[in-house]
């Protein structure tokens, strides 16, 4: 969404914004950061702009409800990811002395006007999980099989050690036989 921010150049002291933008991110795109994750409904954003003696400063706050698979077992998620965005808002000619690093830092105006979608959807990027889980303690599924582990041991030999942790498994019984020698 692009605010007018004219009247808050002219001397106004507050614009209020409450609007919801739909994410058209594909989750098919293997490329996109979002891979795998749908959003059902469009961002809700809400949010100011405050003017204080030519001192701008925006705060929002937005909220998406999304889906995805947990990172182990596969089953389907669902939840609501929020984030707050607050930067310091500025015309572009007033910033033209600072570094591209620092930039980031202000919301800039382009001739009276202010797009914060792109803003918004950089700090999606930034904050959003790169995975999810169905629970804390998820056990996945099984290496071999493919069982969801969560339901329930499975019948195969999974308790096969993975081959490069042998060399550990052998300091570790080395280890206890040294200490049964000990006693």
């Known amino acids: 969404m692009k605010l007018d921010l004219r009247p808050l150049l002219a001397g106004d002291r507050l614009l209020e914004f409450d609007y919801e933008l739909p994410l ?3 989750s098919e795109d293997a490329g996109s950061f979002l891979f795998g ?8 954003v809400r ?10 400063r925006l705060s929002l706050d937005a909220s998406v409800d ?3 698979e947990c990172a182990r077992c596969l089953a389907p998620v669902s939840g609501e990811f929020t984030l ?9 000619d007033v910033l033209l002395d600072l570094d591209e690093d620092k930039l980031d ?8 006007f202010l797009d914060i979608d792109e803003q918004l959807l ?3 990027e930034m904050e ?9 303690d998820c056990r996945g599924l099984c290496q071999r099989c493919g069982k969801n582990l969560n339901e329930g041991e499975c019948d195969c030999n999974h308790k096969e050690i993975d081959p490069r942790l042998e060399p550990l498994r052998k300091i570790l019984e080395q280890m206890k036989q040294e200490e049964n020698n000990k006693k």
């Open 37 to 44: 994750v749908g959003f059902p409904s469009p961002m809700k």
């Open 47 to 56: 949010g100011e702009i405050t003017n204080t003696a030519g001192y701008m």
């Open 105 to 112: 830092d202000y919301a800039i105006i382009e001739d009276g």
């Open 24 to 26: 058209d991110i594909t």
């Open 128 to 136: 959003f999980p790169l995975r999810f889980f169905c629970k804390e």
């Open 66 to 68: 999304y889906q995805a």
């Open 84 to 92: 707050s965005l607050e930067k310091t808002v500025a015309p572009r």
């Open 122 to 124: 950089e700090q999606l």
